[in-house]
């Protein structure tokens, strides 16, 4: 019988709360089950950015079916065939039942994975090689992509983008170096932050560079989001008397260009009059 979790139960890949017998006429429902959860779908597709945001979404998905074990490889098939009562060699339908369930999970788990990475993952055709290929890939990054991650962290400049896009592609770039091996710390973290500020922000940097106890990398986050809305708005308010003399500017032109028109029609009008009296 397929044993999972030590005890003769096979747990269906989509019921996560009850167990059912591993028994001939509960297989094609098990493969149901398996083909259910081929069609879940996780938020994160990995890419070659994001890759412990995907981990993470891709190992809590897999305990909540109790798949760890077939997952990581801790589980083995049982054998494809078996003998009967009468001595005879037969297919084991819990062997069937076992390639159905893996071939679901490593089908969802490609599924997750984005184009340009596929071809990494030619020959991998269950469960355990899929997720050992992607491992390993992201564990052997060369010196070269290190280095290249690195000077990318710190060429990123906030620009025109929003504060919590630009906080955003520094934490993608840090996690990635961090799958890799080469840990960014807290402090890297916010001189890069820092770094790429422009100058409208150089009174904050300052506070934040000068405070004792230093802020912590969470609270340079916070205060530079709230610094964000501040300089909108101060910037809102500056704008806003600048508009409103160049509307009395324009007033103050209509109102002398239709007293000039005014004063010629005038001037027009008394100057027929007189030369018809002389």
Known sequence: MFNIGFRKRFIPIVNTLEESNCSKSSSQDLLKSGKAFSNKRVSVILDEMNYLLWKQQILLTVRSHRLEKLFLGKLKPPPETVQNDEGETVSNDDYEVFLAQDSALASWLLSTISAPLLPQF???????????TVVQFFANRSTTS???L????????????????????????????????????????????????????QSFVVVITTSKPSFTLDAVKSTLVDTEAQ????????????????????KSNVVAYN???LQQNRQQSSGGRFGARG
Not at 122 to 132: K, L, N, P, Q, Y
Not at 157 to 167: A, C, D, P
Not at 173 to 185: H, N
Not at 244 to 249: I, L, M, Y
């Open 122 to 132: 030619v020959g991998a055709e269950i469960a355990t090689d899929v997720w050992s």
């Open 146 to 148: 290190v280095m290249t």
């Open 150 to 201: 690195h000077c990318k962290l710190r060429s990123i400049r906030k620009g025109e983008e929003s504060m919590q896009s630009y906080l955003i592609q520094i934490k993608e770039v840090c996690d990635t170096l961090s799958a890799c091996g080469s840990f960014v710390s807290d402090i890297e973290q916010i001189a890069t932050i820092l770094n790429g500020l422009s100058i409208e922000y």
């Open 231 to 250: 300089i909108k708005g101060f910037n809102a308010q500056m704008q806003l008397p600048v508009s409103a003399k160049v509307a009395q500017v324009q």
């Open 259 to 261: 007293k000039g028109g």
